[in-house]
């Protein structure tokens, strides 16, 4: 799930810096929500730190075990991106009013990442 927040991250700022909106076949809102004051940090396109984030994500991912102590800054990290979607689709839904797919799919993601990950479903049997 991660590696599909990362392409999909790196869609968004690809796009981003060629000046080119991508298709929005859900709703009408991807060119609101991509053209906002809110689609840029300090001049950053928000696609690039969601690839920074995924690859942090992938990275801990991939070298954590119980020896290393990496896991406290994948909750840490995890922590950091689901406040940061919750603001994110708030102010899609609440100030802009449009959503974005990519956007939200990102933000599903971020969620669901971290339900699996809180929550991981055990292969006991009850």
Known sequence: ?????FFDSGYLAALDYRH????CTITKGCDIVLTSRFARIFGIPMGIYGVL???ALIFIL?????????????RLLIFTGIAVSFVLLYIQGFVLHAFCQYCVLVEALVFTIFALHHYPFSSSSR
Do not use: R, S, T, W
């Not at 080119?20 to 298709?23: A, E, G, K, N, Q």
């Open 53 to 55: 984030f995924f690859l």
């Open 62 to 74: 991939l070298v954590e075990n119980e020896q290393n102590g990496f896991y406290k800054y994948f």
């Open 1 to 5: 799930m991660a590696l599909a927040g």
């Open 20 to 23: 080119i909106l991508p298709p």
